[in-house]
């Protein structure tokens, strides 16, 4: 458990599900006094919702930092979070049960989370998901709990883990630009032999583009890896919706 009594600490935790319900994970982090992650955990669910993905990975962070420790949350979940701060106390006077008169949905979760904020000081903060200049906090809980969906194997600080790997597109961006400034012919002489090159990637790349189906996407996603893709950004088709063709190829 973690203990730091005489300071406050700054948090993300978040969960990732692939299909909804489908393979999901759970992850949590904490930054040490200038915001670089210190300790983390990431752990698989099998088969759940992102629902269940959120609150287990707020959950799971609650247990593992020692009640009288002052605690900032940053969450992309506004679900997980007006479950506990806004909707919470009005389920328990209805004895766990919606304005509608239905069961709490992951109530056991719910009661759990209530259970670990009892007594102690917490503020949650929202943070949106998937920003280019977003929180470094958050955006290492989801990727870290979209490795853990998707491997659905434990990681973490305490394991030895390496940082969660970035998304595939991520990976790609900065060679791929060295790789277009490089590519210019040196001198005229080599002119007709570039454009016979040309022809040659082109007609390859037109056939390889058509084989592989990919496309500009025209609005923002999330890959069956559970990294979102951008507006613009070259997606494939895969089995189970629009991605990352590199998610495609390993799949």
């Given at each position: 458990?973690?203990r730091r009594m005489?300071?406050?600490?700054i948090a ?10 489908g ?7 904490i930054?040490d006094g200038t915001?670089?992650?210190?300790e983390w955990e990431?752990?698989p669910?099998?088969?759940a919702?992102n629902?269940?993905a959120?609150?287990?990975?707020l959950e799971r962070?609650l ?5 009288g420790?002052p605690l ?5 979940s ?6 506990v701060?806004t909707?919470?106390p ?6 766990w049960?919606?304005?509608?008169g239905?069961p ?19 503020e949650?903060?929202?943070?949106p998901?998937h ?7 958050n ?7 979209s490795?853990a969906?998707f ?7 305490g394991?030895g ?6 998304s595939?597109?991520a ?5 791929s630009r060295?790789r277009?400034?490089?590519a210019?012919?040196?001198?005229s ?9 040309s ?5 390859s ?10 496309l500009k996407?025209k609005f923002?996603?999330r890959?069956?890896?559970?990294r979102?893709?951008i507006?613009g950004?070259t997606i ?5 919706g ?7 190829t390993?799949?």
């Amino acid at each position: 458990m973690i203990r730091r009594m005489a300071e406050r600490v700054i948090a993300a935790c978040d969960g990732a599900s692939k299909g909804n319900p489908g393979p999901a994970g759970w992850a949590w982090v904490i930054a040490d006094g200038t915001g670089t992650p210190t300790e983390w955990e990431a752990g698989p669910l099998g088969t759940a919702t992102n629902n269940v993905a959120e609150l287990t990975a707020l959950e799971r962070l609650l247990a593992a930092v020692e009640p009288g420790v002052p605690l900032e949350i940053r969450m992309d979940s506004q679900y997980a979070m007006k479950a506990v701060t806004t909707w919470l106390p009005g389920w328990k006077r209805k004895g766990w049960k919606t304005a509608a008169g239905k069961p709490v949905a992951n109530q056991d979760l719910v009661v759990r989370i209530d259970e670990l904020l009892t007594g102690r000081s917490v503020e949650f903060r929202y943070v949106p998901a998937h920003q280019v200049d977003g929180d470094a906090l958050n955006d290492f809980a989801d990727r870290a709990a979209s490795q853990a969906a998707f491997v659905q194997e434990p990681a973490g600080s305490g394991k030895g883990s390496p940082e969660p790997p970035k998304s595939p597109a991520a990976k790609k961006a900065a060679p791929s630009r060295k790789r277009a400034s490089s590519a210019a012919p040196s001198s005229s002489a080599s002119s007709s032999s570039s454009r016979s090159s040309s022809s040659s990637r082109s007609s390859s790349s037109s056939r390889s583009s058509s084989s592989s189906r990919t496309l500009k996407a025209k609005f923002p996603g999330r890959c069956r890896c559970g990294r979102a893709y951008i507006a613009g950004e070259t997606i494939a088709k895969n089995a189970d919706g629009w991605g990352h063709p590199e998610c495609r190829t390993e799949a």
